[in-house]
């Protein structure tokens, strides 16, 4: 098998493997569980050209809400305060969320 030899115990260290597209279609169960597993990024190329990229769907989700302008915005404007030494112990914050129910 085109990806036999390759360990599925959780590595510390992520990796991008490059495969040929029809190497992946063969594969493709062992592919996504490397994904899942591993969390493992796979480029595809067809003729050696890169055309697409796996990735776990947590992380994929996760990429798509930081495309959100909105979800920018407020991280940065979040970060600029904190910059500005506005930040607390979380300790602090959730006693007083406590307090408020």
Do not use: C
């Amino acid at each position: 098998m085109y990806l036999e030899g390759t360990s599925l115990k959780k590595h510390p260290k992520r990796m991008v493997k490059h495969l040929p597209i029809t190497e992946a279609r063969r594969h493709l169960g062992e592919v996504v569980k490397k994904i899942r597993i591993n969390k493992d990024y796979f480029v595809l190329e067809k003729d050696g050209i890169p055309i697409a990229g796996l990735m776990d769907i947590d992380e994929f989700e996760d990429y798509l809400e930081l495309q959100d302008p909105k979800l920018k915005k407020q991280i940065r404007e979040s970060y600029t305060e904190y910059q500005k030494g506005k930040a607390r112990p979380v300790e602090e914050f959730l006693t007083e969320l406590q307090k408020t129910k």
